[in-house]
């Protein structure tokens, strides 16, 4: 079992910056893929952006070249560094992890609102 806890969520102003963390309940140094997905209400999740435990990322369109994920696993964290948000960049962003064995795990989930 891993137990995942985000934080940094928040209301932020178009053109502004925000950085969400995602604290793992034990190592994760054996957990293949972690990262972020985001969903607004009727809509599905989407994926956002993910980090292996090899350093590759991947990056939805949208957000490319303005987040930036980043994996310490010493720290048993994966933050989500966001800037130039944007009004379509409002939902509520969920730390995922993913392990070799095909377990998923989801924290809880934190607002994102950014307004124009």
């Known amino acids: 079992q891993v137990q995942l806890v985000e934080s940094g969520g928040g209301f932020v102003q178009a053109g502004g910056s925000l950085r969400l963390s995602c604290v793992a309940s034990r190592n994760i140094g054996r957990i293949h893929s972690m990262g972020w997905y985001r969903q607004i209400p009727g809509d599905q999740r989407e994926l956002v952006a993910r980090?292996?435990?090899?350093?590759?990322?991947d990056y939805a369109e949208s957000v490319r070249d303005r987040f930036t994920i980043s994996r310490d696993d010493d720290k048993r964290t994966v933050d989500l560094e966001m800037n130039n948000l944007k009004p379509e960049d409002t939902a509520v962003y969920s730390c995922?992890?993913?392990?070799?064995?095909?377990?998923?795990?989801w924290g809880q989930g934190t607002q994102v609102t950014v307004s124009s």
């Open positions: 980090v292996g435990r090899n350093r590759i990322t």
């Open positions: 995922h992890a993913y392990t070799y064995f095909n377990q998923h795990y």
